[in-house]
């Protein structure tokens, strides 16, 4: 069993940032890769974009490129979703996920079927 906890969800202006935090512990060292997703209300959640475990091969959803950034904490178990330049449309509830399948690309990064474990989600609102 892994367990994910997200932080850092707030209330923010468009055009400001703000940095998720993911924290994971238990089974950790089955973890292959995390992602991060988002749910906006009324709509289907999605895939922000997600780096392996090793800290390399990060992929992001068209939407976000070049605004977020997904990195590993100096903490071993922490991954962090930084969000800049903020947009109303990001407003969603933001989950981490792991996935402990042993591969990872581009094309199945985004497949919530292939991640293992699951957190409780961060509200993210951005005014406009």
């Known amino acids: 069993q892994v367990q994910l906890v997200e932080s850092g969800g707030g209330l923010v202006q468009a055009g400001g940032s703000l940095r998720l935090s993911c924290a994971a512990s238990g089974r950790t060292s089955i973890s292959y890769a995390m992602g991060w997703f988002r749910q906006a209300p009324g709509k289907e959640r999605e895939f922000v974009g997600g780096?392996?475990?090793?800290?390399?091969?990060?992929y992001y959803a068209d939407s976000v490129k070049g605004r977020f950034t997904i990195s590993r904490g100096d903490a071993e178990n922490t991954v962090y979703l930084q969000m800049n330049s903020l947009k109303p449309e990001d407003t969603a509830i933001y989950y981490c996920?792991?996935?402990?399948?042993?591969?990872?690309?581009?094309?199945?990064?985004?497949?919530?079927?292939?991640?293992?474990?699951w957190g409780q989600g961060t509200q993210v609102t951005v005014s406009s």
């Open positions: 996920a792991v996935r402990i399948i042993n591969y990872w690309t581009r094309v199945d990064a985004g497949r919530e079927e292939l991640y293992a474990y």
């Open positions: 780096v392996m475990w090793s800290g390399i091969a990060t």
